[in-house]
């Protein structure tokens, strides 16, 4: 999914460019570290002494690196962005779009957000912070891309 993503970043970034629409990268503070919703069971780690053999334990908090966790991530960040009326792309999964063309594009928990609507914008920025805490950052470097903005370019290195 990484090389889909980023085939599609550099699209996105020159129609932002051509367009001269405001440009937002999002990070999701702890985005993984929501609740599961499934029973999740580990060996007991090392440098722990087990009380029985073979004893095991289950997550009540989740842990980085699961995949249930992952797709729960993206399932619950895909539930918020259609109920604020995003469609999801029929071209890219990972990318939601509005009728005012606002569009975001997911990489795991980090976002490209650009659109012609900077009160989408800054609403749909607001809303994600409310329910995940979110890092507003200045685009500069999203999938390994090095973005650079001038008053009429986008430079990518």
Request: proline letters at 3%.
């Amino acid at each position: 999914m990484t090389g889909v993503v980023f085939s599609s970043t550099r699209p996105l970034l020159a129609i932002a460019a051509t367009k001269n629409w405001l440009l937002e990268q999002l990070d999701v503070n702890n985005a993984f570290l929501h609740d599961l919703h499934e029973e999740v069971y580990i060996e007991v780690p090392k440098g722990v002494v087990p009380l029985k053999p073979g004893q095991v334990y289950k997550l009540r908090k989740s842990l980085y690196g699961l995949r249930q966790v992952s797709r729960q991530w993206y399932e619950k960040l895909s539930t918020v962005l259609i109920a604020s009326s995003y469609t999801q792309s029929d071209l890219l999964t990972k990318q939601y779009v509005t009728s005012a063309f606002t569009t975001i594009l997911v990489y795991v928990d980090n976002m490209i957000l650009t659109g012609n609507d900077a009160q989408e914008i800054a609403s749909v920025k607001s809303q994600l912070d409310y329910l995940f805490k979110i890092k507003d950052l200045c685009l500069k470097i999203f999938l390994g891309l090095e973005v650079v903005r001038s008053n009429k370019n986008i430079f990518l290195n």
